[in-house]
Structures are given as structure tokens and as C-alpha cells.
């Protein structure tokens, strides 16, 4: 593959777009963790502080109408996809306005408009749902990929195995995107798994795999959007290693003191705000491009936040409805 594809090149309209994305992400996880300290909401939370560049920088290779499949640790995926906040914010809240009328919460996140099918809690299990949309997708003759985000610790499950295999067999338009935070859990990748590098696995399936650094915005664009053209073209699946970084415990409220001082210091400067801003304005994006964005964005969460609390939450008689395709029996 080709990164410095011209067809891929990292304009400054892009670079605005991934920096608004990223400040999205950034912002909405510390206004929800601001809320579950001071108890205005209480729910489990997977943090994703640290990863804002790779989910912005990876999703903006996809067009709307491609399909994505994450995890529980999904927010920055579902937002740099596209989710309304105020959706968003209403299913965390568990609201009837929510992207699953408050019936998903934070593990579940579903919003097919955008093009998020499904969120997932049981690790690797969207692997090969990902396989079925984009096979759905080659059977129609659509043009849409499939993009299965997952991270380090999924790739030793068995249906990580199994849906690579099944997707390089059948060319499947689909990107497995290997976010690799670095732990699994409490569990360091040297501790849980047989490489250092993950993009090798992809040899033992005959397709494909790509390691790139996940927190440098030119670079996980052009990786991912190299195997999205690959996918879309017909030419099959491709695995893209993406490392990054989890700047906080496995979920909110976990202790972290595991993690060396030193290594989370040198990450916290890799991931920041202010290093991503200083690449963005290497690119023609001026200090009042960014000044405004960040303004637009702030507006935008205290919408949704507003929207989300004054919603109401979901009838008890609700739960009968959108499990099985008829209604059941009150
Ligand atoms: C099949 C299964 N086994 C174990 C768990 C418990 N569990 C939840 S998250 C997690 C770690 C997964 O790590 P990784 O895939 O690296 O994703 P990350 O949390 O770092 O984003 C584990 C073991 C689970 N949810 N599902
Ligand atoms: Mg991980």
C-alpha cells in the first residue's frame, strides 16, 4: 500500500475536521466523567481519554453510509462517526431520546443513520459482525465497508481468528481496526499476547496488515483510508494496528496506579490537546479556526447535556419492545 497516495492527502479542510472530532471526543469524555464524580449520572464508563486522535483520524476514511462495529470503549468511534451529541448524551443518560430510547446505555450504543450497527460488551464479539454487514454489503453490490474497532486484548479471542480467516476467504469489503491501548484490562499486551505486534497476525490469514502510530493524525488517516480504498475496491480485508493509548484505568473510578509513572507521563504528552493542535496548525488551519471550533463544540456538548437531562426516561412497559421483531405479551 501506498500512504503518501495522493488521492489520500491530508488537507487542511481534513485536518479541521479531524481536530473538531478529536476536541469532541476529548471534551465529551471529561464532561462525563465530571458528571459521574459529582453523581449527576451513574453508569459504567469506559474512558477513552488518550485515543480522541485515533478514532477521529481513523473514522474520517469512512463515508457516512459505511458501517462500524466497536466496543464498550467506544464513544470516541460513535462520535467521530457521526452520532448526534444530543443522542448520544440521551442514551448515556438513559433517556427515551436516545440512539436506543435509553434502553442501551453506554455499552450498547446503536445508530444505523450514521452508520454505527452495533456496540458491544463481550470482547471480539464484533468481529465478525462486521463480517456479515460487509458481506451483506458485497451480496447487495453496495458500496460500503465495514470497519470492525476493537482492541489489543480481542485480537487472542477466537472469533478475532475465526473472522479473519472467513473474511480474506471471501474478499469481504471489511478494516479490522486493532486499537492497541497497550493493556487488556489490568493485563499488559507482554503479559497476554504471543507478538508485540499485532499487524502480524494478519500474515496467518493472507491479507494484509499495517502498523501505524495511532496518535499521529496524517499518519492514521492515510493507513486507514489506504485500506478503506483497498476494501471498497474489491481487493478484501486488510488489519490496521493502530498504537495508542489508555490514559486512565480499564473503566471510570478503577484504580491505575499499575501503570508507571514515566510511561503515562510520556503518553499523556503523545495524546495531548496541545500536541494535536500544533500538528493542526502546521496545516493552514489558522488560531481562530481552532478558537471557533472549540467554541462550536463546547455549545454543542452543553446542548446535548441540556437535552439529555430534561428528556424523560424510557416507560417500564417499554421493555417489551425492540428485542424480538413482534411485541410480546405485557
Ligand atoms: C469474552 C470476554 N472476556 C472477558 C471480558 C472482560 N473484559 C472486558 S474488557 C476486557 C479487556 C479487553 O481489552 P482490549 O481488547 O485491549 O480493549 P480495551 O478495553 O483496551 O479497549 C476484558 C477482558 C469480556 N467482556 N468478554
Ligand atoms: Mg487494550
Redesign the pocket.
Known amino acids: 500500500m501506498n500512504k503518501s497516495d495522493s488521492s489520500h492527502a491530508f488537507t487542511p479542510e481534513l485536518a479541521r475536521s479531524i481536530y473538531r472530532k478529536a476536541y469532541l471526543i476529548n471534551r465529551t469524555d471529561q464532561r462525563f466523567r465530571a458528571m459521574l464524580t459529582n453523581g449527576e449520572l451513574a453508569v459504567a464508563y469506559?474512558p477513552v481519554r488518550g485515543q480522541e486522535v485515533t478514532a477521529a483520524a481513523a473514522m474520517s476514511a469512512l463515508q457516512p453510509e459505511d458501517y462500524l462495529v466497536t466496543?464498550?470503549?467506544g464513544l470516541h468511534d460513535s462520535l467521530a462517526k457521526g452520532i448526534p451529541s444530543r443522542l448520544l448524551w440521551a442514551e448515556f443518560a438513559g433517556k427515551r431520546t436516545g440512539t436506543c430510547k435509553g434502553k442501551g446505555g453506554p455499552m450498547h450504543i446503536t445508530y444505523p443513520p450514521t452508520g454505527v450497527m452495533v456496540t458491544t460488551?463481550?470482547?471480539?464479539?464484533g468481529i465478525p459482525i462486521a463480517n456479515g454487514l460487509a458481506m451483506a454489503a458485497q451480496i447487495r453490490g453496495e458500496n460500503r465497508v465495514a470497519v470492525a474497532s476493537?482492541?489489543?486484548?480481542?485480537s487472542n479471542?477466537g472469533a478475532f481468528h475465526e473472522a479473519l480467516n472467513m473474511a480474506s476467504v471471501w474478499k469481504l469489503p471489511v478494516v479490522f481496526l486493532c486499537?492497541n491501548?497497550q493493556?487488556?484490562?489490568h493485563t499488559t499486551l507482554a503479559a497476554g499476547t504471543s507478538v508485540t505486534s499485532i499487524a502480524e497476525r494478519a500474515a496467518g490469514y493472507g491479507m494484509p496488515g499495517v502498523s501505524c502510530d495511532g496518535l499521529d493524525p496524517e499518519m492514521m488517516y492515510q493507513t486507514m483510508a489506504a485500506a478503506v480504498a483497498r476494501a471498497r475496491a474489491g481487493d478484501g480485508p486488510t488489519l490496521v494496528e493502530a498504537h495508542t493509548y489508555?490514559l486512565q484505568g480499564?473503566i471510570f473510578g478503577a484504580d491505575y496506579s499499575y501503570i508507571p509513572k514515566e510511561e503515562l507521563k510520556a503518553a499523556e504528552e503523545r495524546a495531548s490537546m496541545m500536541r494535536l493542535r500544533q500538528r493542526i496548525s502546521e496545516r493552514q488551519v489558522t488560531e481562530s479556526d481552532l478558537a471557533q471550533i472549540e467554541q462550536e463544540v463546547d455549545a454543542e456538548i452543553e446542548d446535548a447535556v441540556a437535552f439529555a437531562l430534561k428528556s424523560d426516561p424510557p416507560d417500564p412497559d417499554e421493555i417489551r419492545f425492540d428485542i424480538y421483531e413482534t411485541e410480546q405479551a405485557a
Open positions: 469506559y466496543t464498550y470503549r460488551g463481550i470482547v471480539g464479539s476493537f482492541g489489543d486484548g480481542a479471542i486499537q491501548n493493556y487488556a484490562e489508555r480499564h
